[in-house]
C-alpha cells in the first residue's frame, strides 16, 4: 500500500519518506501548498487542511502539523508556530525564550489522515529545551532551536537519521501506520 502525502515542505516529505520506507510503507509524495487556518488549535487546522486537501485531490491522503509548544507560555505558538518562526527567526527566539530554568518546550506532530469518510488524527510528541542560541544548521526550520530531553544536540546537529529515530514525526506516522494495517490488513 501506498500512502499519499501532500505538502509544501521538502523537509517533511523527505523525512516522512524515510521514516515510513524504514516501516514498510510506500509514501507518495505530492508538492502542494494548503492554505492553512490560522489558529493556535492544531487538531482544528489539521482537521481543516486534511479537507482542503481532499477537495482537491478526491481520494485518501495524509497531511501534516508539526509546532512547537512553550511550556511557558501556555503552549504557544502551537498551531501558528509558522507564522510565529517567520516573524522572529532563530535568534530572537532563543533570545526570548532559550537558556532559562523555564525553556521547557514539546514539539508535536499530528498527522491527519482522511480515507474518504472521516479525518483520522495521530499524535507524536517529545519534550525538550531551547539553547541560548540557534546550533546547527538552518536549513529546517527550526531544528536548529529543539534539544530533545536525553540529548544534547539540537535536532540540527544531530543529523537526519538520528533525528527520525527519535522524533515526534516518526511517533505520529507509526501510530498511523499502525492504524493503516489495522484496517487494512497490509
Given at each position: 500500500m501506498d500512502i499519499r502525502f501532500i505538502s509544501s515542505n521538502?523537509?517533511?516529505?523527505?523525512?516522512?519518506?524515510?521514516?515510513?520506507?524504514?516501516?514498510?510503507?510506500?509514501?507518495?509524495?505530492?508538492?502542494?501548498?494548503?492554505?492553512?487556518?490560522?489558529?493556535?488549535?492544531?487538531?482544528?487546522?489539521?482537521?481543516?487542511k486534511a479537507l482542503r486537501a481532499f477537495r482537491v485531490f478526491g481520494r485518501p491522503l495524509v497531511v501534516e502539523h508539526t509546532g512547537l509548544y512553550l511550556e511557558s507560555m501556555n503552549g504557544f505558538p502551537g498551531g501558528l508556530t509558522e507564522v510565529f518562526w517567520r516573524t522572529i527567526g532563530p535568534e530572537q527566539f532563543c533570545q526570548l525564550f532559550g537558556g532559562r530554568p523555564d525553556s521547557a518546550i514539546k514539539a508535536k506532530t499530528y498527522i491527519g489522515y482522511i480515507d474518504g469518510f472521516r479525518i483520522h488524527i495521530f499524535e507524536g510528541e517529545i519534550d525538550g529545551r531551547i539553547p541560548p542560541e540557534p546550533r546547527g544548521d538552518s536549513d529546517f526550520a527550526w531544528n536548529q532551536v529543539f534539544i530533545p530531553d536525553g540529548y544534547d544536540e539540537t535536532f540540527a546537529e544531530m543529523g537526519q537519521q538520528k533525528k527520525n529515530e527519535i522524533s515526534m514525526r516518526r511517533t505520529a506516522l507509526v501510530k498511523l501506520v499502525e492504524h493503516l494495517r489495522r484496517v487494512n490488513s497490509f
Open positions: 521538502n523537509f517533511k516529505v523527505e523525512e516522512a519518506a524515510a521514516i515510513l520506507t524504514d516501516l514498510g510503507v510506500q509514501m507518495r509524495p505530492t508538492i502542494y501548498k494548503i492554505a492553512e487556518l490560522q489558529t493556535i488549535d492544531s487538531v482544528e487546522l489539521l482537521r481543516d
